[in-house]
């Protein structure tokens, strides 16, 4: 802390999933560094794994793995800390997140969120900025079988959720009908994510939990086969476990939460004065056809819009993107949101404060918003030339 703690303040940017894969990877990053350089410090979730010598899983869906040269610009192009919590980190085994650990820890990037055992899968990553101490932790909810540590396994920081289905009607028998999905938290899940935050507090002045959580109709439908004896009905919303467990984090201590894994913008909320983004999305994400791109066994998709094709989902919203702005002082925190664009040649563009597509993704946000039903007041303004969207509550 400064040594006037009644005047100071830091301003932590922080995106979603990020996972280039292009032989000219920083390129793709160009067109966001001059809004980077204007935070004290930069934060983004790794999704992959970088290793020349990857063992993959037995239990992946898709191999998110590219070679390490392809992660050698995190640095570079500004990120200060990076989590690891995600369904890919240990895509390539335990080898492959070593790798990824020691290429981020090779450019000065602190990491958290995945290691060697629970204990360090769980231990902050804690950045300084202006005197100011930032603790960062990072949890999954939503990964393959086995990659969550465990005491003497390396794996992910996991709060792994239970699903209970029951039937909606049950006075009337209706064969086939869509259940009630009920989803619950491991009990000994959230005691360790409990601690954790306990544990950050006593160590920093200022607490961000990251968590990878929750999906969408484009990677259901891609990935779910089909039956006759399920749904495969899916809607873009919160579920009901992302909405307690972020709000669960907040109450427990956190001063902010960054939720990403949906490929695609969620709602904001303020939640006992603290911000909660339920979905960033993706900021740079990198995907090839097998053949068409690399000779490597990258992320495979088989069928994309060939308009993007670094990017395999073609609904709009998939390809909005954005940078939220965390302005944390003595007197509380300020959230804002910086719209962005993922672009075709696979970089994503910061959008200008007259650029169209700016309010098309405002829009999106504030739909996100009031299907949640939440008390959010997006307001208008401009920062550097880019449209800068701040959040407040509006009750």
Request: with cysteine; proline share 6%; aromatic share 8%.
């Amino acid at each position: 802390m400064p040594e006037s703690a009644d005047d100071w303040t830091v301003n932590v940017l922080a995106t979603g999933d990020v996972f280039p894969d292009l032989e000219d990877g920083e390129a793709s990053f160009r067109p966001l560094l001059p809004v980077f350089a204007k935070g004290d410090i930069v934060y983004g979730n790794c999704e992959g794994v970088y290793s020349d010598r990857p063992a993959p899983a037995s239990t992946r869906i898709v191999m998110g793995a590219a070679p390490a040269e392809r992660g050698s610009m995190f640095g570079r192009v500004g990120f200060d800390v990076m989590t690891l919590a995600n369904n890919h980190a240990m895509d390539g085994g335990v080898v492959g997140l070593e790798d990824t650990m020691s290429l981020l820890a090779s450019q000065g990037i602190a990491t958290t969120g995945a290691g060697k055992d629970l204990a360090e899968a769980t231990k902050p990553a804690v950045v300084e900025a202006n005197g100011v101490r930032v603790a960062f932790l990072a949890f999954c909810t939503s990964f393959p079988v086995g990659y969550d540590a465990a005491e003497g396994r390396a794996g992910i920081a996991a709060v792994r959720i239970g699903t209970y289905y029951r039937n909606p009607m049950p006075s009337f028998w209706d064969p086939g009908i869509e259940p009630e999905v009920l989803t619950v938290p491991y009990p000994e899940d959230m005691r360790t994510l409990h601690d954790a935050i306990d544990a950050a507090r006593a160590t920093a002045d200022v607490v961000i939990v990251a968590v990878h959580q929750g999906t969408n109709r484009e990677v259901r439908n891609a990935f779910v086969p089909p039956s006759r004896t399920h749904s495969k009905t899916w809607h873009n919303i919160v579920q009901d476990n992302e909405l307690h467990l972020a709000r669960d984090i907040v109450e427990h201590g956190a001063d902010a939460v960054v939720c990403a894994q949906h490929a695609a913008l969620r709602g904001v909320e303020i939640h006992s004065g603290k911000p909660i983004f339920y979905g960033m999305g993706a900021l740079i994400h990198h995907f090839h056809k097998r053949g068409k791109h690399t000779t490597s066994d990258h992320k495979i998709i088989e069928e994309w819009d060939v308009e993007y094709p670094y990017w395999a989902y073609d609904s709009p919203e998939t390809r909005m993107s954005g940078i939220a702005s965390l302005t944390f002082s003595s007197s509380g925190v300020e959230a804002g949101f910086i719209p962005a664009m993922i672009m075709p040649d696979g970089s994503t563009e910061p959008l200008a404060d007259d650029d169209p597509r700016a309010d098309a993704v405002a829009k999106h946000i504030e739909s996100m918003n009031s299907d949640e039903g939440f008390t959010t007041h997006i307001e208008h303004s401009t920062i550097d030339g880019y449209r800068f969207l701040k959040i407040t509550n509006a009750s």
